[in-house]
């Protein structure tokens, strides 16, 4: 039989024996990744540099080209676009914020900005991206390559750790020791002068910086986005504990809390429990700098190297997270929507270990 018909029998029949997810695979897989761009976006987070170091360097060790998108969104759409070598992640590993900067865009919420991002990125010929961000940077990348069929792999960058489909969030762990850190300190002078402290920690939507520096420093209440927050029962149990003489007390909240942040809870405890000498402290953008933790370096560099061979893989469009201690992967759209949910039992043991 001659060849050619041979060949065209074969294809025939290993087109009928393809499963559609086997053939989808295949599909992306011929679609080589060749040059890749990486980028932080949105709030920076204590670990971002080692996650680029590990993207860059995993990048160059399997043959492809990396440049560095400055600025998140922004740089794409303005083209501020750099090519990445090895050297040019060299010690920063233990450097906090992000060489690449970051910024919140708007304009890539516009077809007109992803457009001009696009044509950019053709530019240079990047037909695969690693963002390192939050979840409204995550949202950009699903719509982007939605838009432009650019394969995009997310990794979840931001100290309020509120992301689906991993158990950490690169900076999280950071932001935690840098508020145990403040809160102790702060004890301390409370405990001079026996006074109670509102401590004010980020999280505009999220509490668990609020909920783990809490329990970490021994709080005697701690106020949650989460959880709807009973004042009445706080209130009462500051007048009972002022009734025993108890007079330092530290109570955390999280910045976005249903009830209101730091102030207004301290405002209210001075009109309702007066015998308590208050103070507040907002501690702010402390919280996302310095040098990144053992767990968040390598966390970062788990997920970065993850990442590339994502790309590689032809794994497409998910989030890179760990998940008992495993790589796991979550589809971008499902790492968006769904948040990490609060245990009731940690709420219990906060009760418990503060009486
Ligand atoms: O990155 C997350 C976060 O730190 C939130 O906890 C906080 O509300 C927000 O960023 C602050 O953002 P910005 O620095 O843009 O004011």
């Known amino acids: 039989?001659?060849?050619?018909?041979?060949?065209?029998?074969?294809?025939?029949?290993?087109?009928?024996?393809?499963?559609?997810?086997?053939?989808?695979?295949?599909?992306?897989?011929?679609?080589?990744?060749?040059?890749?761009?990486?980028?932080?976006?949105?709030?920076?987070?204590?670990?971002?540099?080692?996650?680029?170091?590990?993207?860059?360097?995993?990048?160059?060790?399997?043959?492809?080209?990396?440049?560095?998108?400055?600025?998140?969104?922004?740089?794409?759409?303005?083209?501020?676009?750099?090519?990445?070598?090895?050297?040019?992640?060299?010690?920063?590993?233990?450097?906090?914020?992000?060489?690449?900067?970051?910024?919140?865009?708007?304009?890539?919420?516009?077809?007109?900005?992803?457009?001009?991002?696009?044509?950019?990125?053709?530019?240079?010929?990047?037909?695969?991206?690693?963002?390192?961000?939050?979840?409204?940077?995550?949202?950009?990348?699903q719509i982007f390559s939605n838009e432009y069929d650019i394969p995009c792999i997310g990794i979840p960058g931001t100290i309020d750790k509120d992301i689906a489909g991993t158990d950490f969030t690169i900076g999280f762990d950071t932001a935690v020791n840098t508020a145990i850190d403040a809160i102790d300190k702060i004890r301390d002078t409370a405990d001079a002068h026996d006074r109670l402290f509102v401590v004010e920690v980020m999280g505009r939507d999220a509490g668990y910086i609020a909920l783990y520096s809490g329990i970490g420093t021994g709080a005697e209440h701690i106020l949650i986005p989460e959880k709807k927050t009973d004042v009445e029962q706080i209130l009462s149990s500051l007048q009972e504990k002022e009734r025993r003489k108890k007079l330092v007390n530290i109570l955390v909240v999280a910045e976005g809390d249903d009830f209101g942040g730091g102030n207004e809870l301290a405002n209210l405890i001075k009109e309702r429990v007066p015998g308590f000498d208050i103070r507040v402290a907002i501690l702010g953008h402390i919280q996302r700098g310095g040098s990144p933790s053992s767990m968040d370096r390598l966390i970062a560099s788990r997920m970065g190297y993850s990442a590339v061979e994502c790309l590689l893989e032809g794994r497409h469009n998910v989030m890179v997270g760990i998940v008992n201690n495993r790589m796991h992967f979550t589809p971008l759209d499902k790492a968006v929507k769904a948040k990490q949910r609060i245990s009731e039992e940690w709420m219990k043991i906060v009760k418990i270990l503060a009486s």
């Open 1 to 141: 039989m001659p060849t050619q018909i041979k060949n065209a029998i074969w294809d025939v029949l290993v087109d009928c024996l393809l499963t559609s997810e086997t053939r989808e695979m295949i599909e992306k897989m011929q679609k080589k990744v060749t040059r890749i761009g990486v980028m932080t976006s949105g709030g920076d987070a204590p670990g971002m540099n080692a996650c680029v170091r590990a993207v860059v360097r995993t990048g160059l060790y399997h043959g492809l080209e990396v440049f560095g998108i400055m600025r998140g969104y922004q740089g794409m759409i303005e083209n501020d676009i750099i090519p990445m070598d090895s050297r040019s992640v060299a010690n920063i590993i233990q450097r906090g914020g992000t060489i690449l900067k970051t910024a919140r865009c708007k304009e890539f919420t516009t077809p007109e900005g992803r457009k001009k991002a696009y044509e950019n990125l053709q530019k240079h010929g990047i037909n695969g991206l690693v963002v390192i961000g939050g979840d409204g940077s995550f949202k950009g990348a």
